[in-house]
């Protein structure tokens, strides 16, 4: 009878000795991370009765289902079962696969649902349908019919694309952790999931493999650029019979033709990574096909307005986009991700390869690249116009979101014949990311490329001129950036280019602020801020020409002026609502109070100068702030009470990290490291020799959110050892000299 418990000799787990629950494959290797989306999993399957676990090819989907499986089995008394749907090519053979994996025998002519329904009836059992993506709507009608009919039955499936089926609930599996933690030794249990998968892997055919101190980051790095995939994890490690870590690393530009060899004994789909990536396109309409393929040109993370004006056209309408695309996160080939501007898409490094391999093969790839340059050039050009204005901070967040696309503009631009112009004016006009936002060092690489490539004077090369120039000016690099902007202002006095002469002249009187010769600044800032009125310009670079007139009046010791000059910045920055110059406004202002005494006002506005640093990730003006802090704890506090000088030494440590990033490019100005130096002497001479080194160690080991912290007021005097003495002397020393450790 079709409720009848016992156990007849066709029935799931049924043997010569009774009943035995279903047998799923024993694992032959190690089951590696993953134990947070096995909780989840477990969970899942204890509360709901269709699961389906989805994720791209490769990233371990049916590795997981059947852990979880195993592990839920004592709650399915008559078994878990596992179905490879791979191999079924024919939907309406579906039933008769399970049938067989059930190890019914059925020799009637009855539809295989009406078997299953029969056989099943009062069971409780686990199946697990591994591989649905190229049958889909079989096993969601497959689905659908055994959940109605057997409530003692529970499905878990497996599947690069959902069922849709009702009821179903989705854990999407994503590629394994790969970011190392803090140098520091290496402790095998808290090395990322990717990195322990490739180690364990890698001792199967290396067994003295470890991974140490030594060889972390090369691993890491292999893991990152195989996007921690697990498959490409593993067939990577499988590669170190006759590579080093780094030999494979150095070849995987050719992965489809490195990564394989896998075992013999796996799934035909798994063998290599090529094979498992088309498999997953296979299952594409030849529009999802198409769009996969030309979206290989984006680098990293995009959206829906970037990929509509970049894929659209010849094949697909603009509007066709978005369904392809939503086709395309269905079956894993695309992944989404929540952003503060709303959903954004990337594709796996090797599912992206794999795509641009067929994007060359239709012969659409210069048109495609063409399209991706246009648009990134256009998120450059608004995030500049946008860059003075309420919305500052999101645009240097979109800018940073966009961050490997514009260098993918860019490295088009440098390596294909005639994009000379565009690439001098893309990374020029991105000046106010790399300034802004703490990339100095590549807005160098970048310019100082395309400059090599093209002396035509053009409106661009002038841009590009006065931009290196400025970068190499706040890198310290005065050498570079005096004939730099000599060469723009020459070349805007040539061709009439009133813009690039004011650009040049005001940043050849920042060489000259830097230079300590601020009697020189001052004039060139003040012949600059009259181009500037002459011609209509007015953005962050006015305003900090304006406090910078002002920092060298200061310099000069004429305070008032300065004052004068860093009010009107300051009015101009609260007017437009701009926030990053806004930042060195706080840091002038606090410089100047300090100088006149108030030492708690100077406190408040340099502590403001960090926060707003902090918030562009500008390490120039977070080390410049830092560092005066630093000298103002030096300070008494309320009156009676000696400054901090372990804390004012602890913040110098901290500044001094800082100051290594972007290389101290201010040491040999008296005016701008001059509170550094101050702060040292007056450490040196209050603190031991101890508590002085001891303190500066302690801050360079703050990283930098903590150093940020630390600077407002946050951190106290924790991280500085043993108790905080009282300053020996605490008066301003008479003459700035260099201090050791400063």
Known sequence: MAGDRRAQPWEPGAGPHGPEPGRLPAEVTAFVGRQAELAELTGLLASARLVTVTGPGGVGKSRLALRAAARAAGAFPDGTWLVDVAPVQDGLLLGDAVLEALRFADGTARPPLDVLTERLAGRRLLLVLDGCEHLVEACADLADALLRAL??????????????????HLLALAPLPVDLAPPGPVRPGALPDAVRLFADRARAVLPSFEVTEANAEAVALLCRRLDGLPLAVELAAGRLRALSVEQVTARLDDRFRLLTGGSRTALPRHRTLRTTIGWSHELCTVQER????????????????????????????????????????????????????????????????YGGQWLRAAGEEQRLLRRHRDWYLGVATWGEVEWFGPRQAETAERTGLAHGNLRAALEYCLGEPGEEQIALLLAATLWFYWVGCGHLG????????????????????????????????????????????????????????????AYAVHRQGCVALVGDDPDRAAELFEEALWHYRTIGELNSNVVMAMLELGLAYLFQGDLDSGELWFRQARELCEEHGEQWAYGYVHYAMAYSHWLDGAVQPARTLARECVRLHHLFHDLLGLALGVDLLALLETEPGRPGEPGDLREARVLQGAAHRLWRTVGNPFLGSRNFFGPHQECAERALAGLTAQEYEDCYEAGTLLDLDAAVVRALGGGGSAAAPGPAPGPRSAAPASAPSPARNS
């Open 151 to 168: 409530p003692g039955l529970r499905l878990l499936t497996t599947s690069r694309t959902a069922l849709r089926a009702s009821g179903e």
């Open 290 to 353: 198409l769009l996969w393929a030309r979206l290989s040109v984006f680098a990293g993370g995009f959206d829906l307005e970037a990929a509509e004006y970049v894929c659209a056209g010849e094949g697909i309408e603009a509007e066709e986009v978005l369904d392809l695309l939503d086709e395309l996160v269905a079956k894993s080939v695309v992944l989404s991700e929540d952003s503060a501007f709303g959903v954004r898409f990337r594709l796996l490094d090797s599912l992206r390869e």
């Open 442 to 501: 590549e807005g160098r690489h970048w310019l100082d490329r395309a400059l090599a490539l093209d002396r035509e004077p053009t409106e661009a090369r002038a841009k590009a001129l006065w931009v290196t120039g400025h970068l190499a000016v706040l890198q310290g690099d005065l050498g570079f950036a005096r004939p730099a902007l000599e060469d723009c202002r020459r070349q805007a006095l040539n061709t009439g280019d009133d813009r690039a002469l």
